[in-house]
C-alpha cells in the first residue's frame, strides 16, 4: 500500500483497489455455458423489401373482418408470378401498387398507374388466362363499367360490362346495382354443366342482383351470388337463389366447387353488429347448390362473442371435405370457430377439439394445407395450446409457428415444392417485422424446416450439467437455497419451430424466449422443453431437473478459540448482546470492537463475530478493514440494477469460515473460496438471483 495518500484519498484508492481485485477472481455461476454450434437459422424470408401505406378498407373493416392496412389474399400462378391484394396503397414503395400488387421474381410492379383501382380488393383468381379482381373500388383504370369486378388486360384495367345497358346511375354498362353493393369472392368453376364452358362464379354483397343494365331491374336469380362467362353476366340457377331479401346481410366470402364441379357451396358472413337473427336466418352462412336445389346443411349454429360480424367467412376444400373457418359457436352442434363438412355424408364436424383463445372479427380468416399440415390463421393469439395468429395442424398435434409469429393473419397460402424440393408457407399479416424480418412488412414467407431441435438453453442461475449441446437432451440443475425460482432461457434452431414448456403446471406453448420455474427448498422440480420442427416431421423433447439446496439447520452455540492475531485498528462501535448461532450471514449485522476473539453469535438482525484478520479479499495488500460492497458485487456480476432496485448479499453457510458479513460488505476471515448470494429487488418484475464466489488469499 505505499505511495498511497492518508484519510479520504487513502479510503478511496483502496476502494478501488479492492472492487478491480475482486473482478479478477469473479465467477459468475449464472454464466451459460458456451459450446460451438450453430446460430439460429430465422425462417421467415421475404421477397424484396416490403412495406405499403393504408388504404380504404371499406365495409368489411367495420365488423373486424379486415385488419387495416393488410393482405387479404395472396394468388400464385408461378415462382415469377405472384400477387397480393387487400387493403394497402404505395406497395413495397411503388406508386402504383394500390390495392393490388404483382412479383415477377425479382421486383415488385403495379398493374396501371398510381389510384387506378381506389378501394380495397377482397379476392383475385386466374380466369380464362387473365387476372380478375373482387372488391369495393369503382371505375379501375378509369372504365366506368369496372365497378365491383374488374380484369387486368395485361396493358389496363377492363370492366365486366352489361352489353346493350342503358343505366348511367354508375357508368352505363357498370353491373353494379346500388352504391352499397360490392363484390369480395371469386371461384372458377370448369365445364358448368349448365352453360357448357367455364364460368366465373362472383360473389359479395348485391342486395337486389347484378344490374341488368337498366335502371332498378336486375338480372334474374343474381342476389347476392352471379355468373360470368367472359360475355354475360347470369345466375347459377334458372330459377332459385340463395339468398331470398330477408337475408341480404349476408355477404358472400367464399365459394368453393368440390367434385366433378356440379356442386357449389357458398359461405356467408354478416357485418351486422348484431346476432340477433332467427336460427333460421343464421343458417344462411353456409348453401350447397346440387346442380338443381339450393339447401342449408346447418342444422344449428350460434353466435360467437368474437367482433361484431358473424358467420362462415372462408373455406378451403380438401378432397371430399371442405373446411370452414369464421366467427361462429356450436356449428351444428359440434365446432366452435374452425369445422369440416364431409360433402359425402353431409354433416359437420369439429376439427381436432381447435379452440381460439380469443380475437375479433372473423376469428378463423385463412385455411390453407402444405403438405399433410393443416394452417389456419386469423386473429387469434393462441389456438388449443399454441402461440401467435397461426395455429398447425401436423396430423397429431396443435402448434404453432414460433415465437414472432404476428397474431393476426388474413391470408396463408401453402406453396409447396416450389424450389422442387422445398416447401414455405406465404402469410399476409397486419403488423411489420414478421418473424424478426425488418423487410417483411405484412407479408412473409416460412421455410417448411425439418429442424426441431434448441440452439440455446441457459439459466439465470446455477449451471447445467452437462452444458448444453443441441445433441444431449437430459440435464441436471441445481440452484442455491436463496434463489425460489429459476429463469431459463430457450431458443429454437429454426426460429418457425414452436416450443412447448411442460412442468407440473402443465404444458404451454412458449410466446416469448424465457420461461421461469418456481422450486420449493429442498425439493426437485422437473421442466422440459418439446420442439416441433415447422414440417410437423419431428419432435425433440429437453428434459431438466432442477434441485434446490435444502435451507441450512440452526448449529448450537460455540466458542471461538482464542487468536493470536494483531487487534485491527476499527473504531469502536456499540457491542450488541450475544445470541444463538447461526451458519449463514445476512445484511443486517454490526461488529463488535474487541481486540480478543470473542464467541460468534447470531440472531436475525445482529451478529456478534471476532476481529477480522488482516488478510483482504483477494489481494494480500489490502486491509481487511476494507470489503467488497453489494454494488461492487452487482457491478463485476454483470447485473442489471434497475432503478431503485434494492441490492442484498448474503454468505452461504459453507463459506461462514473464509468470509463474512459487515453491513452490506464481504470481508475475508481466511484464504478459501468466499460463495455469496447476491440478490435484486426491483420496485417492479422478477426478483433476480445470482451465486458470487469470491476468492479470499
Request: glycine share 10%; charged share 10%; hydrophobic share 40%.
Given at each position: 500500500?505505499?505511495?498511497?495518500?492518508?484519510?479520504?484519498?487513502?479510503?478511496?484508492?483502496?476502494?478501488v483497489?479492492?472492487?478491480?481485485?475482486?473482478?479478477?477472481f469473479?465467477?459468475?455461476?449464472?454464466?451459460p455455458?458456451?459450446?460451438a454450434?450453430?446460430?439460429?437459422?430465422?425462417?421467415?424470408?421475404?421477397?424484396?423489401?416490403?412495406?405499403?401505406d393504408?388504404?380504404?378498407?371499406?365495409a368489411?373493416?367495420?365488423?373486424?373482418?379486415?385488419?387495416?392496412?393488410?393482405?387479404?389474399k395472396?394468388?400464385?400462378?408461378s415462382?415469377?408470378?405472384?400477387?397480393?391484394?387487400?387493403?394497402?396503397?404505395?406497395?413495397?414503395?411503388v406508386?402504383a401498387?394500390?390495392?393490388?400488387?404483382?412479383?415477377?421474381?425479382?421486383?415488385?410492379?403495379g398493374?396501371?398507374?398510381?389510384?387506378?383501382?381506389?378501394?380495397?380488393?377482397?379476392?383475385?383468381?386466374?380466369?380464362?388466362?387473365?387476372?380478375?379482381?373482387?372488391?369495393?373500388?369503382?371505375?379501375a383504370?378509369?372504365?366506368?363499367?369496372?365497378?365491383?369486378?374488374?380484369?387486368?388486360?395485361?396493358?389496363?384495367?377492363v370492366?365486366?360490362?352489361?352489353?346493350?345497358?342503358?343505366?348511367?346511375?354508375?357508368?352505363?354498362?357498370?353491373?353494379?346495382?346500388?352504391?352499397?353493393?360490392?363484390?369480395?369472392?371469386?371461384t372458377?368453376?370448369?365445364?358448368?354443366?349448365?352453360?357448357?364452358?367455364?364460368?366465373?362464379?362472383?360473389?359479395?354483397k348485391?342486395?337486389?342482383?347484378?344490374?341488368?343494365?337498366?335502371?332498378?331491374?336486375?338480372?334474374?336469380?343474381?342476389?347476392?351470388?352471379?355468373?360470368?362467362?367472359?360475355m354475360?353476366w347470369?345466375?347459377?340457377?334458372s330459377?332459385?337463389?340463395?339468398?331470398?331479401?330477408?337475408?341480404?346481410?349476408?355477404?358472400?366470402?367464399?365459394?368453393?366447387?368440390?367434385?366433378?364441379?356440379?356442386?357449389?357451396y357458398?359461405?356467408?358472413?354478416?357485418?351486422?353488429?348484431?346476432?340477433?337473427?332467427?336460427?333460421?336466418n343464421?343458417?344462411?352462412?353456409?348453401?350447397?347448390?346440387?346442380?338443381?336445389?339450393?339447401?342449408?346443411?346447418?342444422?344449428?349454429?350460434?353466435?360467437?362473442?368474437?367482433?361484431?360480424?358473424?358467420?362462415?367467412?372462408?373455406?378451403?376444400?380438401?378432397?371430399?371435405?371442405?373446411?370452414?373457418g369464421?366467427?361462429?359457436?356450436?356449428?351444428?352442434?359440434?365446432?366452435?370457430?374452425?369445422g369440416?363438412?364431409?360433402t359425402?355424408?353431409g354433416?359437420?364436424?369439429?376439427?381436432?377439439?381447435?379452440?381460439?383463445?380469443?380475437g375479433?372479427?372473423?376469428?378463423?380468416r385463412?385455411i390453407?394445407?402444405?403438405?399433410?399440415?393443416?394452417f389456419i390463421?386469423?386473429?387469434?393469439?393462441?389456438a388449443?395450446?399454441?402461440?401467435?395468429?397461426?395455429?398447425?395442424?401436423?396430423?397429431?398435434?396443435?402448434?404453432?409457428?414460433?415465437?414472432?409469429?404476428?397474431?393476426?393473419?388474413?391470408?396463408?397460402?401453402?406453396?409447396a415444392l416450389?424450389s422442387?424440393s422445398?416447401?414455405?408457407?406465404?402469410?399476409g399479416?397486419?403488423?411489420?417485422?414478421?418473424?424478426?424480418?425488418?423487410?417483411?412488412d405484412?407479408?412473409?414467407?416460412?421455410?417448411?424446416?425439418?429442424?426441431?431441435?434448441?440452439?440455446?438453453?441457459?439459466?439465470?442461475?446455477?449451471?447445467?450439467?452437462?452444458?448444453?449441446?443441441?445433441?444431449?437432451?437430459s440435464?441436471?440443475l441445481i440452484?442455491?437455497?436463496?434463489?425460489?425460482?429459476?429463469?431459463?432461457?430457450?431458443?429454437?434452431s429454426?426460429?418457425?419451430?414452436?416450443?412447448?414448456?411442460?412442468?407440473t403446471?402443465?404444458?404451454?406453448?412458449?410466446?416469448s424466449?424465457?420461461?421461469?420455474?418456481?422450486?420449493?427448498?429442498?425439493a426437485t422440480?422437473?421442466?422440459?422443453?418439446?420442439?416441433?420442427s415447422?414440417?410437423?416431421?419431428?419432435?425433440?423433447?429437453?428434459?431438466?431437473?432442477?434441485?434446490?439446496?435444502?435451507?441450512?439447520?440452526?448449529?448450537?452455540?460455540t466458542?471461538?478459540?482464542?487468536?493470536?492475531?494483531?487487534?485491527t485498528?476499527?473504531a469502536?462501535?456499540?457491542?450488541?448482546?450475544?445470541?444463538?448461532?447461526?451458519?449463514?450471514l445476512?445484511?443486517?449485522?454490526?461488529?463488535?470492537?474487541?481486540?480478543?476473539?470473542?464467541?460468534?453469535?447470531?440472531s436475525?438482525?445482529v451478529?456478534?463475530?471476532?476481529p477480522p484478520?488482516?488478510?483482504?479479499?483477494?489481494?494480500?495488500?489490502?486491509?481487511a478493514?476494507?470489503?467488497?460492497?453489494?454494488?461492487?458485487?452487482a457491478k463485476?456480476?454483470?447485473?442489471?440494477?434497475?432503478?431503485?432496485?434494492?441490492?442484498?448479499v448474503?454468505?452461504?453457510?459453507?463459506?461462514?469460515?473464509?468470509?463474512?458479513?459487515?453491513?452490506?460488505s464481504v470481508?475475508?476471515?481466511?484464504?478459501?473460496?468466499?460463495?455469496?448470494?447476491?440478490?435484486?429487488?426491483?420496485?417492479?418484475g422478477?426478483?433476480?438471483?445470482?451465486?458470487?464466489?469470491?476468492?479470499?488469499s
Amino acid at each position: 500500500m505505499q505511495g498511497l495518500q492518508r484519510g479520504k484519498s487513502r479510503g478511496f484508492a483502496i476502494a478501488v483497489l479492492l472492487m478491480s481485485a475482486v473482478t479478477l477472481f469473479i465467477e459468475k455461476a449464472s454464466e451459460p455455458s458456451r459450446i460451438a454450434h450453430a446460430a439460429q437459422v430465422n425462417s421467415y424470408s421475404t421477397f424484396a423489401t416490403v412495406s405499403y401505406d393504408a388504404g380504404s378498407c371499406g365495409a368489411d373493416d367495420t365488423a373486424g373482418v379486415v385488419s387495416s392496412p393488410g393482405i387479404k389474399k395472396i394468388l400464385k400462378v408461378s415462382n415469377t408470378e405472384i400477387y397480393v391484394a387487400g387493403c394497402f396503397t404505395n406497395f413495397a414503395g411503388v406508386a402504383a401498387a394500390d390495392y393490388v400488387a404483382k412479383w415477377n421474381g425479382t421486383a415488385w410492379s403495379g398493374l396501371g398507374a398510381s389510384g387506378a383501382i381506389n378501394a380495397i380488393v377482397h379476392d383475385m383468381v386466374m380466369y380464362k388466362g387473365d387476372l380478375h379482381i373482387a372488391g369495393e373500388f369503382n371505375d379501375a383504370g378509369g372504365d366506368v363499367t369496372a365497378d365491383m369486378v374488374a380484369k387486368w388486360s395485361g396493358s389496363a384495367w377492363v370492366g365486366l360490362a352489361v352489353s346493350g345497358g342503358t343505366n348511367a346511375n354508375f357508368g352505363v354498362g357498370s353491373p353494379r346495382d346500388l352504391a352499397g353493393d360490392y363484390a369480395a369472392a371469386l371461384t372458377v368453376q370448369f365445364n358448368n354443366r349448365l352453360y357448357g364452358m367455364d364460368i366465373l362464379l362472383v360473389g359479395g354483397k348485391f342486395n337486389n342482383g347484378i344490374n341488368n343494365g337498366t335502371s332498378g331491374f336486375q338480372v334474374s336469380y343474381t342476389r347476392n351470388i352471379a355468373t360470368w362467362d367472359g360475355m354475360d353476366w347470369r345466375s347459377i340457377d334458372s330459377d332459385s337463389e340463395p339468398f331470398t331479401s330477408s337475408t341480404v346481410d349476408y355477404v358472400v366470402h367464399d365459394i368453393e366447387v368440390v367434385g366433378t364441379g356440379t356442386s357449389i357451396y357458398v359461405s356467408g358472413y354478416r357485418n351486422s353488429a348484431t346476432c340477433s337473427s332467427s336460427s333460421t336466418n343464421r343458417r344462411n352462412a353456409f348453401h350447397k347448390f346440387d346442380g338443381t336445389t339450393w339447401t342449408q346443411p346447418i342444422t344449428a349454429i350460434s353466435c360467437s362473442f368474437f367482433g361484431s360480424g358473424f358467420g362462415i367467412y372462408t373455406m378451403q376444400t380438401v378432397g371430399t371435405d371442405i373446411y370452414v373457418g369464421g366467427t361462429f359457436t356450436s356449428l351444428s352442434s359440434v365446432a366452435d370457430q374452425l369445422g369440416v363438412y364431409n360433402t359425402t355424408t353431409g354433416e359437420f364436424s369439429a376439427f381436432n377439439s381447435f379452440s381460439a383463445q380469443f380475437g375479433t372479427g372473423a376469428v378463423v380468416r385463412s385455411i390453407t394445407s402444405v403438405g399433410s399440415q393443416m394452417f389456419i390463421g386469423g386473429s387469434f393469439p393462441g389456438a388449443f395450446g399454441t402461440s401467435g395468429g397461426v395455429a398447425r395442424w401436423t396430423g397429431t398435434s396443435w402448434q404453432g409457428i414460433g415465437r414472432q409469429a404476428p397474431s393476426v393473419v388474413n391470408a396463408l397460402l401453402g406453396d409447396a415444392l416450389y424450389s422442387g424440393s422445398d416447401s414455405r408457407l406465404l402469410i399476409g399479416a397486419a403488423g411489420v417485422n414478421i418473424g424478426g424480418v425488418a423487410a417483411a412488412d405484412g407479408f412473409a414467407a416460412l421455410d417448411i424446416s425439418s429442424v426441431s431441435t434448441l440452439d440455446l438453453v441457459s439459466v439465470d442461475v446455477g449451471t447445467l450439467t452437462p452444458s448444453f449441446d443441441p445433441a444431449v437432451t437430459s440435464y441436471s440443475l441445481i440452484i442455491p437455497n436463496g434463489s425460489a425460482s429459476v429463469t431459463f432461457t430457450a431458443m429454437a434452431s429454426a426460429s418457425g419451430a414452436a416450443i412447448k414448456r411442460t412442468n407440473t403446471s402443465g404444458t404451454i406453448a412458449m410466446s416469448s424466449d424465457t420461461e421461469a420455474l418456481s422450486v420449493a427448498e429442498g425439493a426437485t422440480e422437473n421442466i422440459s422443453f418439446a420442439v416441433n420442427s415447422v414440417s410437423g416431421s419431428s419432435t425433440t423433447t429437453y428434459a431438466i431437473a432442477v434441485t434446490r439446496s435444502a435451507a441450512t439447520t440452526t448449529a448450537a452455540p460455540t466458542t471461538a478459540a482464542p487468536t493470536t492475531a494483531a487487534p485491527t485498528t476499527a473504531a469502536p462501535v456499540t457491542t450488541s448482546p450475544p445470541v444463538s448461532t447461526a451458519t449463514t450471514l445476512n445484511t443486517e449485522v454490526t461488529v463488535a470492537p474487541s481486540t480478543t476473539p470473542a464467541p460468534v453469535t447470531t440472531s436475525s438482525s445482529v451478529v456478534t463475530v471476532a476481529p477480522p484478520s488482516t488478510m483482504a479479499i483477494s489481494q494480500p495488500v489490502v486491509s481487511a478493514t476494507r470489503a467488497a460492497s453489494a454494488t461492487a458485487i452487482a457491478k463485476y456480476a454483470k447485473a442489471v440494477i434497475p432503478t431503485g432496485a434494492k441490492i442484498s448479499v448474503k454468505v452461504l453457510s459453507s463459506s461462514s469460515r473464509y468470509c463474512k458479513l459487515a453491513g452490506s460488505s464481504v470481508k475475508g476471515i481466511k484464504k478459501g473460496l468466499c460463495k455469496v448470494t447476491l440478490t435484486i429487488r426491483p420496485k417492479k418484475g422478477s426478483v433476480v438471483t445470482k451465486t458470487v464466489v469470491l476468492k479470499v488469499s
